[in-house]
């Protein structure tokens, strides 16, 4: 038994005695004064182009959400016609609430529009939470009328 042990400790020092990797080459290489301008110079110009993707497409997206928003609000004034008493008072009071903060989300989306750096973060928060608000606001009339 003992003599097993020993065998398989062994054969186990054995086989990983060549998993060490290979040394990495290093090489020196020189660096003109160009290479490290257009280094430093190409990442915040890449920063900058990124977040101006970025702020027109969540710009873009909140106008394209508002649109459908507003094409669902013109079906719900058309069921709205044809409610009667009750139901279209209610109805009346969640087209009012749903024009509110439609417009709240509109107002957001103009202030995005205007901003500029660290406010334009700060509004897009807010943008995109009154847009959610919107966006709920129309499904829970969608679902009600």
């Known amino acids: 038994m003992a003599h097993s042990w020993l065998l398989l400790?062994?054969?186990?020092?054995?086989?990983?005695?060549g998993c060490t990797e290979?040394?990495?080459e290093h090489t020196v290489r020189k660096v003109a004064s160009e290479d490290v301008a257009d280094t430093t110079a190409n990442p915040v110009e890449s920063a900058r182009q990124l977040a101006a993707q970025t702020r027109e497409s969540f710009e873009t997206r909140l106008e394209a959400g508002l649109a459908e928003m507003d094409d669902e609000m013109e079906r719900l004034h058309e069921k709205g016609r044809a409610l009667k008493d009750d139901a279209k008072s209610r109805w009346n009071k969640k087209m009012v609430e749903l024009e509110a903060k439609r417009k709240v989300a509109s107002e957001k989306l103009n202030e995005l529009r205007k901003s500029t750096g660290e406010a334009w973060e700060h509004l897009?928060?807010?943008a995109q939470s009154a847009w959610d608000d919107v966006r709920k606001a129309v499904q829970d009339a969608a679902e009600e009328f």
Do not use: T
């Not at 400790?9 to 005695?17: K, R, W």
């Open 22 to 24: 290979a040394p990495v």
């Open 124 to 126: 897009e928060k807010g």
């Open 9 to 17: 400790s062994a054969a186990v020092l054995v086989s990983c005695s």
